[in-house]
C-alpha cells in the first residue's frame, strides 16, 4: 500500500510537473499582440537588436543565398541587427513546433501549404501597413501578386512568378536519333518510341511522391489540349470529372505504360531526375525554369522547348503555368518583441533573394537596382513568358495540405503506368471536392 | 548498509528518476494525444472537438488497413521467417573456429550500428531497376524475366522494403542466439550424446527449449521493432507508389505531419498504442511462461 502510495505520489508529481511546462499555444487571435510597427518601445540604447531566423535551405540555391548574400551582406546593411539563424528544409514542420511552444521566430519562410494555418491562428504579420508606410511596396512590379485575401503577409523576391514548367533536351541526343522539336503531344509520343528503340531513356522527372505529376505535369497535360479548362479547375470551377481533364491523365498514363519515364519512375527522387538528364541518360527533362540557370552552364548541349499541343485550344507557348505563391516568402511573427526591426530583416531577406536571381539572369519582380544580362536561353525563356498570352497559377498551391499531399500520392501512381485516369479520378476527385483552399 | 538499500524508501529514491523519465516521455504524452485524436487539429490549432469522426475517418481509409496488412506482412516476415533464420545462423556461428567466429560477429553487428539511412540507399542502389545489383545478377544468370521495378510494383514493394529492414538487423539477432547458445551448459550436450541423440534432436529437445527466455526477448524486439518500421519505408519509397508501402508509423506521421491532420493521425497513434499493448499482452500471455533455471 505504502509502495503503491509512493509510485502514485510520484506519477503525480511528474504530470504537475510537464503540465506546469507546457503550453498549448492554442491563444485566440483577439488575444494575440499584434503590435503595429513604430508603436513598440523604442530601443533606448545602442545594444543590437537579436532576431530569430528560421528559414528554408532546400537546395543549392537558398544555400548559396544564405552563405553569399544574407550572411555576407548583413553586417553592411542591417548595422544594428543580429541573428540567431536555424535552417531547414521542412519549416512547416519546425513552425508546428515553435507554433505549440508559443515562441515562433521573428522571421521565417512561409509556405502555402502551412500559411494559412498560421495567419489563421493570428501568428502571422499582416505586413501591408508596414511596406507601405515605408515605400517598401513600390520596388515591386506586381504589387497585386503580393496580396493574399486582406493583406500582405510574406516578403518575396518575386522570382517565383516567372518560374515555369519547361522541357529540356539534349540537343545532340536528339541530332543523332534524326529527332525534331515536338510541337505536339503525338510527336512527343512518338520521340519518345524513337528513344525507346534506340536505348535511351526518354523523359525523366521526379516522380517520387508525385513531385512532378503534382507541380506541373498534370496541370500542363490538361491545359496543351485547352487551357481555359485548367484555368477553371485552378479557380474550383470545375472537379476532376472532366473530360478534358481526364485526357490530361490518360496523357501522363500514356507516357508512364510506354516507358518514357523510365523504369521506377515513381521512386525518382528530384537529384536522380536531373542526374539521369545531366549525365546525358535521359533524352528530356521536364522540370521547372528554376533549373535553366544551372543546366545552361554545366550542359552544353541543353536546350528547351514549350509543352506541345494536344488540341486547337492551345499552340506551344500560347499559355504557362507559372510557379509561386502569395503566401511563399519571407513572414513575420505578430508575437515578434522587435515588429519594427523584424520586418526590416524580412525586406532585406527579400532584397538578398532579388539579387541572387538577378545575378543568376532570373527575372524578379522586386527591384533591387541590379541589372544583368540573361543567358542565350534564359532571354528565350524570359521571351516566352512575356508573349504568352495565358498565364495559369499553379494548381498545388491551390490547395490545403490534405488535398495537396492526396494529390502528390495519387499523381505518383499516376507514373506506375498501372493506375489509370479513372482510378485517379475515383481515388482524388472527393478530395479535390472537400479542398478547404477557397473557403 | 544492506538493509537500508533494501528498504521502500530507497527502492523510492533509485527508482524516481527511471519513473519521472519514463512518465515524462512515454506516459504523459499519450495524454494529449488521446484528446487530440478527438479533435480536428492542423498541428497549429485546435478547430474543436469532433467526437469520433477521427477514428471513423481512419477505419474507413484505404491506406491505414493497407499500412496495417504492410506492418503485418513485416512483421510475420521478421518472426516466421528472420527469426528462424538468426538461430540457424547462431547455430553455424556456434560452429566456426574463432577466428571465423570473431569475423562474422563483427560482421553481423556492423549492420545494426549503421544508419538507417546509409542501409535504404544501399538497398535503394540493389534494387535499382536498370543498373542495380539485383536486376543486373538476374540478367546475368538468364533470368532477365525475374527481374522487376522493385520498389515501384505495388504488389512487391513491401516485401522489398522487408528485405533490406530485415537484414539490417539479422546480425544483431543472431548474436543474440548466439550468446544464449553459449550460456547452455555443456554437460547436457554430453549427456545426450551419450544417450544416442544427434545434433538436429539436441537442438530440439535442449537448446530450443533452454533458449526461451532469449527467444522470448528476440521475439519482443523484432515484433516491436517491426510494428515501429519507419525509416526504411521513408527514405526507400516514401510511403509509395501511392500508399502502398506505407506502415502503420508511417500513415500516423502522413496524416499528421504531411497532410497536417493532427487529429487523425493521434487516431491513428492511439490505435497503434493499442495494438502495442495488445501484442505485449499476448506474448506475455503465452510465451515463456515459466522461466527456466540451469
Redesign the interface.
Known sequence: M??NW??GT??I???L??TACGNS??TPASEQTNTAPGKEKEVVNQQPVKLKLLTISSDQARQTIMKEYIKANLANELPGIEIEYEETSDV??K??VY??SGELPDVFWSGA??AT??I??G?QLNLEQSITDSGFINKFAVKEALKYKDGIYALSSGADAYFTPKIFYHKDIFQANNIEIPTTYDELVQASEKLLEAGIQPIAAPG???WAPAFFMIQNMIQIEDPAVAQQLVENKIDFTHPVVKNGLDRVVKLAEMGAF??????VDYGPAKEAFTQNKAAMYMMFSWELADLEANVPDVGIFDWPSAGEKYTPGSAIQFWGSPLAGYAVSAKSKNVEAAVKLAQYLAEQDAKYFTDTGSLVTLDVGATSTPAPLMQANIDAYNEANIKIPSLTVMM???TS??YS??G??L??G??TSDDFIKDFNDLWLANTYFE | MTRFFST?TS??IFA?PA??IF??FV??PLFPEIVISFQKH?????QGFVGFKNYIEIFSSNSFWKANTNTFIIVLLSTAAGLPISLLLAFLLDSQANGTRRYFKAAGMLPAILSVTVIAQMWMAIY???WGLLNSLLRAIGLESLSQ??????GIVIFSVAVAFLWQYIGLNTLLFYTGLKSIPKTYYEAALMDGAGPVKSALMITIPLLQEVIKFVLVISILGSMGMFAHVEVM???????FSRTIVYELY?KA?????FGVGSAVAVIYVLQCILITLVLNRFVAREKIEF
Not at chain 1, 523510365?262 to 521512386?267: D, F, H, L, M, V
Not at chain 2, 519509397?237 to 500508399?243: A, F, K, L, M
Open positions: 505504502r509502495k509512493k509510485t510520484a506519477l508529481m511528474s504530470l510537473l510537464l499555444g492554442n512547416g514542420a513552425m508546428k507554433n505549440a501549404d502551412y494555418a498560421i489563421n491562428a501568428n517520387k511522391g508525385g523510365g523504369p521506377g519512375a515513381a521512386n490545403d495540405p490534405k499531399t492526396e500520392n495519387f505518383s501512381l507514373m506506375t498501372d493506375y | 521502500n527502492i523510492f524516481f519513473l519521472f512518465t515524462a506516459v504523459y492542423n498541428g497549429f490549432s485546435s535499382e531497376p536498370q521495378e522493385w520498389l515501384t510494383d505495388r519509397t516514401g510511403g509509395g507508389p501511392g500508399y502522413y505531419f504531411m497532410s497536417s491532420e
